[in-house]
C-alpha cells in the first residue's frame, strides 16, 4: 500500500507557507512519518527554513526537491508558493542520494552513485521490489543534460527507467538549487532511487508543432549553438520574429525564445530544445546540447495543444502501471507551457487529473528541463515537455 498527500501554501512567510503545505500533505499519512517528502519552492521564499519546518513537522529522513518557476498540486497552480507531496509506503524502497560538483563531470557522477545499483536491484528483486526506477532532480543550469540520463542509463540498467526534472529560479536564470534533507545544494543533482513491487508508470509529451522550415545546425559546441544554415543562430530568430511582426530587443528576447523553441528529430521523438539568451556574436545559449549535423525547426503551440499533450501524458503514464492504481502523481513540466497558457495552466492539470481521478493527489513544477527515458524510447532530457510519473499502489 501506497499513501500520498499533497498541499500548496502562498502564504508569504517561509515558515507559515512550509507549516500549511506539509499539514496539507500529511492529511493522508496521518501520524506517520513519510518515507518521502518532495518539496518545491519558489525563489521568494527561504529555502532552509522551508525545508527546517518541513522535518520539524514530519521528522522524515527522506526530504527532496528544488527551486522553481511555478508550482501547482491537483487543487491549484500558483509562484511564490511552496508545494509538499509526502508518501508512506510498503511497496515501494526509497534511497536518496546526493551528487554535488557535478558540471562537466556526468560520467564520473553516473559511476559513483549506479556503481553497485544493478547487485542492488537484483538483491531487493528477490524481496519483491521488482521494478527500479530512477528519479533525479537536477541544478537546471549545469548544461548537459542529455549526457547526464545517457551515463545513469548506461550505469543503471535496461531494466531501469529514468524520469526527473530541472530546477528552476523564476525565470531568472541565475542561480537554481536542489533540496537534500534540510540543506540546500548548487551544482548538485539529488537521485531518488525507487525499488517498487508495481511498476512505476511515466509519460512524455510535449504537443509542439513546425513553424518553419527545417534548418542544418552548421555549428554547435555544448550548449551553445552557433550557426543554423551556415548562419548565427540568433539571425533565424530575428528573421522569424520579423515575420510575425515582432522585432526582437533585449526586453522581450527572452520572453520570444521561451515560446518559440527548437524541435531535433530524434529516431522515436521530436525532442524540444530551449534557447536562453543569444550572445554577442549571435550564437545562442541553450538549455541542453543541440548536436551539429542535425535538422532542427522552430516550434510554437495553442493552449489546446498543450492540455492534449498533458493529458497524453498522463495517459502514457497510466498504461504504464500496469494493473497497478495511481497513488500519486509527480509532474515535470517546463516553464514555457506555463507562460503560454497563463492563468490556463489549470487545464494542464485537470486534464491529468481527469485521467487518474480526483482523488489522487498530485504535485508538480515548472522546470527548466524534463527527464524520461524508460523502455521502448530513446528520449532522456526534454524541454517544452510535460513529463508525468505515476507511483503505484
Known amino acids: 500500500m501506497t499513501k500520498v498527500g499533497s498541499g500548496l501554501s502562498q502564504k508569504p512567510d517561509s515558515v507559515?507557507?512550509?507549516?500549511?503545505?506539509?499539514?496539507?500533505?500529511?492529511?493522508?499519512?496521518?501520524?506517520?512519518?513519510?518515507?518521502?517528502?518532495?518539496?518545491?519552492?519558489?525563489?521568494?521564499?527561504?529555502?532552509?527554513?522551508?525545508?527546517?519546518?518541513?522535518?520539524?513537522?514530519?521528522?522524515?529522513?527522506?526530504?527532496?526537491?528544488?527551486?522553481?518557476?511555478?508550482?501547482?498540486?491537483?487543487?491549484?497552480?500558483?509562484?511564490?508558493?511552496?508545494?509538499?507531496?509526502?508518501?508512506?509506503?510498503?511497496?515501494?524502497?526509497f534511497e536518496v542520494v546526493l551528487a554535488d560538483n557535478v558540471k562537466g563531470n556526468y560520467n564520473q557522477v553516473a559511476e559513483n552513485v549506479f556503481k553497485d545499483f544493478k547487485d542492488q536491484s537484483k538483491k531487493v528483486s528477490l524481496e519483491g521490489f521488482r521494478y527500479p526506477t530512477v528519479m533525479m532532480v537536477m541544478d537546471g543550469l549545469v548544461g548537459n543534460g542529455e549526457d547526464f540520463v545517457k551515463s545513469i542509463y548506461s550505469k543503471a540498467g535496461i531494466l531501469s527507467q529514468i524520469v526527473g526534472g530541472a530546477a528552476a529560479d523564476d525565470g531568472k536564470f541565475k542561480e537554481t538549487n536542489v533540496f537534500y534533507g534540510t540543506e540546500v545544494h548548487s551544482n548538485a543533482i539529488v537521485f531518488i532511487k525507487m525499488f517498487s513491487k508495481n511498476k512505476v508508470g511515466i509519460g512524455v509529451s510535449h504537443g509542439m508543432k513546425n513553424t518553419t522550415k527545417p534548418m542544418?545546425?552548421?555549428?554547435?559546441?555544448?550548449?551553445?549553438?552557433?550557426?543554423?544554415?551556415?548562419k548565427p543562430a540568433f539571425d533565424a530568430y530575428k528573421e522569424y520574429a520579423?515575420?510575425?511582426?515582432?522585432?526582437?530587443?533585449?526586453?522581450?528576447?527572452?520572453?520570444?525564445?521561451?515560446?518559440?523553441?527548437l524541435a531535433i528529430q530524434d529516431l522515436t521523438f521530436t525532442k524540444i530544445r530551449a534557447p536562453l539568451t543569444p550572445n554577442t556574436d549571435g550564437s545562442l545559449n541553450m538549455a541542453t546540447e543541440v548536436p551539429q549535423g542535425?535538422?532542427?525547426?522552430?516550434?510554437?503551440?495553442?493552449?489546446?495543444?498543450?492540455?492534449?499533450a498533458a493529458q497524453e501524458a498522463a495517459t502514457e503514464a497510466k498504461n504504464n502501471l500496469g494493473d497497478a492504481k495511481a497513488a500519486g502523481i509527480i509532474t515535470f513540466d517546463c516553464i514555457c507551457r506555463q507562460v503560454i497558457m497563463g492563468a490556463n495552466f489549470i487545464n494542464e492539470v485537470k486534464a491529468i487529473e481527469n485521467v487518474f481521478g480526483e482523488n489522487v493527489p498530485v504535485i508538480g513544477f515548472a522546470t527548466y528541463g524534463e527527464i524520461a527515458r524508460f523502455s521502448g524510447t530513446l528520449n532522456g532530457f526534454h524541454n517544452a515537455t510535460a513529463v508525468v510519473c505515476a507511483l503505484p499502489e
Open 16 to 93: 507559515q507557507a512550509a507549516s500549511e503545505a506539509i499539514q496539507l500533505a500529511m492529511k493522508n499519512i496521518g501520524t506517520e512519518t513519510p518515507d518521502l517528502v518532495f518539496v518545491f519552492a519558489s525563489t521568494a521564499h527561504d529555502y532552509k527554513k522551508v525545508l527546517q519546518e518541513v522535518k520539524s513537522k514530519t521528522n522524515a529522513v527522506n526530504i527532496v526537491g528544488c527551486s522553481t518557476a511555478g508550482e501547482f498540486t491537483e487543487k491549484l497552480t500558483a509562484t511564490n508558493s511552496v508545494a509538499v507531496m509526502a508518501v508512506k509506503s510498503d511497496s515501494i524502497k
Open 294 to 308: 542535425c535538422l532542427v525547426t522552430i516550434v510554437g503551440s495553442s493552449e489546446s495543444d498543450l492540455v492534449r
Open 242 to 261: 520579423e515575420s510575425k511582426g515582432v522585432t526582437l530587443n533585449p526586453e522581450n528576447t527572452g520572453n520570444f525564445l521561451i515560446n518559440n523553441e
Open 216 to 230: 542544418r545546425v552548421t555549428k554547435s559546441i555544448g550548449g551553445i549553438l552557433y550557426e543554423l544554415d551556415g
